[in-house]
Structure formats: structure tokens, C-alpha cells
């Protein structure tokens, strides 16, 4: 979080305490320019007022008078040019159902949670927001931002970073997470948090996943011909399942580039799966099955799907979520949870993975309870490919040094830097 972020924030809640708590937690964190309304049309007036206009605004969904759907609805009407977070104490459904329209109207939405809010929350979703330069105030122009995302896509200027996946049991590295950036310039990389949002509003998710998928093509390609046989786990966007030709789409970039669709992991974000029509994201899903592709389903545990309900789709591994992974060691609650996702991976005959590991409690523990797969800090951070092969050997010998294979891992070693 940047000491000073100057972009003009609206708050929007018809609870006067919930209001002032946010605004309290924003100057927290160094915002400097933070308004707040308790109703739609103050608010609006509010959005009309020329340079005071606001570039982000918290709205609250459930609000007596105008709603926030209505008034999303309104933003239209004055073509506001910023982005939204969405923020309800409703259930999580209505707050996805919420964000889906709010992306329809093609306006951004860095995130959404839960009321009451936490600092922890409030900082990382303010990470989201797409600053225009260092040091530069944000112009809030959403689309200005969208059209210097589709020239950075066709200009080459995304390029993908690779986490290690490794086998709890061999200490094997056994594949890798495929992360794009964007690199502005030399002195600059961008999170993909601050634009993917971006990208799915305007359209452009479907060239990006493009680029993305035929990048990490030809990187397992060069790794192939020297030897090196990784599984590369590709990010899916809900828009990109609901397509149904992205299954052919998938398959002709995988046979182009002369890779076994075995080795391409397709991930999916239980929170992107629909909860009532899953036809066209079915479709695609097990098509991509049927050619052969494995399917994964990611952040486990942070959506609502059933046990009756993932038994009908063809997922060979289960990503059990960060939350439920840090602090397991130590956390009784966390420890819970994670035995419970657990179970429902081994219930569904899954392949686990475990994502977030930070700590060698976290990686005693999994071994302990017979997880698959572990990627996290603790093991490496996400790298360029070209620190891959290197990172390798300064990992094999971690292993023998920290003895992180036997019946209980040594904290002698600190973790090597990547």
C-alpha cells in the first residue's frame, strides 16, 4: 500500500457507523480524499461534481430508499468512469450475482466482502486499484485504462511468472502456477489484480487468456526439448467456461505449439462456478476433459458448492485455498477447515493441492496428513522462466539440508531467496 493514495474515494452505506468505520480504515491506510453519503441520490450529486468526482467508490448493496443495483443502474445513466467494490451483509450468492450485473453495465469491480470489514481486506483490495504511473494520481477514466490494456495485449507486454508446485511426498517439482504481469516498462511490473478485473469488463479476457495460454505453450515446449517435463496450471476466467468454443480454442493453441494436453492444468475458481445454470460452463468443462486436458478447481472452500454438486463435473484435483492453509500448525480453526476440504477432495477421489504455504509448520502438516501437492512463499515465490531451472537445484538442496523429507522437517536453514 502506497504511503499516500490520493485517488478520490466515495463510501456509500445507509449505516452511519459502518461509514465512519470505513473512512477511518481508508485514512489508515493513507487514502487522502475519502467522501461518504448515506443514500443513492446524495451520492450522485456527489459523482456530478466535476473534478470532485470519485474514482472508487465502496457501495453497499442493501440500502433502504435506492438499492445498490438501482443505483449502479444510475452510475450508467452519468457515466461514472471508475470502478466499484461491492460490500453487503447479504449471502454470497446475491454479492456474485451483484458483481456479474455490475460487470454487464462494463464497469470495473476491483472486489467485494463481507460486512464488517477488516484492515487486512480494505488494504488488499485498495492494491487492486490500477494506479496510472508511480507517484501519478489516477486519471479514473476506466475506459482509457481498458484500451492501454488492449494495446499492452497486442504489444506484447504481458508476460507470465511460474510457481513452483511441488510433491509433498518426493519433494519433487512436479509443475508450476502460471501468473501473467504486465510490464509496463523497464522499472515497472504490474499485478495482475490491477488489470484482469479490468480485462473481463471490457471484453478483452478472452485475448488475454490467449496470450497467456500460448505463452506458457511455448515455454513448455523449450523446457520439453531440454528434458524438463512440468505441468503448467493455467487461471480461467468465468467468461472464458462460458464460452463454448474455448474448449477448441484451448485444444488448437495446445497442438500448435506441440504439447500433450496432459500437461496443461485448466483451474477454476470455485467462486466462478455458477450456483443455478452450469450448462455452458459443463460443456466446456468436460470437453476440455475429453481431450484429455486436467481440470482443477481452485480457492476451495471460499464458494457454496455441494458434494452432490462437484461430483457432476470432471475435476482430477482439488486447490485447497490459502486461508485454509497458513497457520494450520497453529490455528485449531484453520486446521479444521483445511481437514474438512480434505476430506471432501479424498470423498471425490481428487488429487490435493495445498496453496499458501508460508511456513514449515504449514509444510510439516500437510505431509503429515497426506496432502499431494504444496506451492507458497515457503517454497518459492513466483519467478521469471528463466530462474526456473536455477531455482531447481537451490531447491534440491534445501530439501536435503532442512530435511524436509523426513519425519519432521529441520527449521536449521532458512528459506533461500529466489
Request: aromatic share 8%.
Amino acid at each position: 500500500m502506497h504511503s499516500k493514495f490520493t485517488t478520490k474515494i466515495l463510501v456509500l452505506d445507509d449505516d452511519s457507523f459502518m461509514l465512519k468505520l470505513i473512512a477511518h480504515m481508508l485514512e489508515s491506510q493513507g487514502c487522502t480524499a475519502v467522501t461518504t453519503c448515506t443514500d443513492g441520490r446524495a451520492a450522485l450529486q456527489v459523482v456530478d461534481s466535476g473534478n470532485g468526482h470519485p474514482d472508487l467508490i465502496f457501495l453497499d448493496l442493501n440500502m433502504p430508499d435506492m438499492d445498490g443495483v438501482e443505483f449502479v443502474r444510475h452510475l450508467v445513466e452519468h457515466n461514472y468512469a471508475g470502478y466499484l467494490i461491492l460490500m453487503s451483509g447479504e449471502d454470497e450468492p446475491l454479492l456474485q450475482a451483484s458483481e456479474k450485473l455490475v460487470r454487464a453495465h462494463n464497469i470495473p469491480v476491483l472486489g467485494r466482502f463481507h460486512k464488517p470489514v477488516t484492515v487486512e481486506i480494505l488494504a488488499a483490495l485498495l492494491e487492486k486499484f490500477p494506479q496510472a504511473n508511480p507517484g501519478n494520481e489516477h486519471t479514473g477514466n476506466a475506459t482509457n485504462n481498458a484500451e492501454e490494456l488492449r494495446a499492452a495485449i497486442a504489444n506484447g507486454e504481458l508476460i507470465n511468472y511460474y510457481q513452483p508446485k511441488v510433491s509433498l511426498s518426493s519433494g519433487e517439482i512436479v509443475g508450476a502456477e502460471v501468473l501473467v504481469r504486465w510490464r509496463k516498462s523497464q522499472d515497472e511490473m504490474v499485478s495482475p489484480y490491477k488489470f484482469l478485473g479490468l480485462a473481463e469488463s471490457f471484453g478483452l479476457i478472452h485475448d488475454l487468456t490467449r496470450v497467456v495460454l500460448g505463452n506458457a505453450l511455448a515455454q513448455s515446449k523449450a523446457w520439453l526439448d531440454k528434458g524438463l517435463s512440468l505441468q503448467l496450471a493455467i487461471n480461467l476466467s468465468e467468461y472464458n467456461i462460458e464460452a463454448l468454443d474455448f474448449a477448441d480454442t484451448v485444444a488448437t493453441l495446445t497442438a500448435a505449439a506441440g504439447v500433450a494436453p496432459q500437461h496443461v492444468m485448466l483451474e477454476v475458481a470455485e467462486g466462478w462456478l455458477p450456483m443455478n445454470d452450469l450448462r455452458a460452463p459443463l460443456e466446456t468443462l468436460t470437453r476440455l476433459h475429453l481431450k484429455r486436458f486436467r481440470l482443477a478447481i481452485d480457492e476451495f472452500g471460499t464458494g457454496y458448492f455441494s458434494l452432490a454438486q462437484l461430483r457432476g463435473i470432471p475435476f482430477d484435483e482439488l486447490k485447497i485455498d490459502r486461508s485454509f492453509v497458513h497457520h494450520i500448525s497453529t490455528d485449531a480453526k484453520t486446521k479444521t477447515k483445511y481437514d474438512a476440504n480434505l476430506a471432501i477432495a479424498r470423498q471425490l477421489n481428487l488429487e490435493v493441492s495445498a496453496v499458501g504455504v508460508e511456513d514449515l509448520g504449514d509444510w510439516n502438516l500437510l505431509r503429515q496428513t497426506g496432502c499431494d501437492y504444496a506451492q507458497g512463499r515457503f517454497i518459492a515465490d513466483p519467478m521469471p522462466a528463466e530462474a526456473l531451472p536455477g531455482w531447481i537445484h537451490i531447491w534440491k538442496s534445501r530439501i536435503l539440508e532442512q530435511r524436509l523429507l523426513s519425519g519432521q522437517a529441520s527449521a536449521t536453514t532458512s528459506h533461500a531467496p529466489i
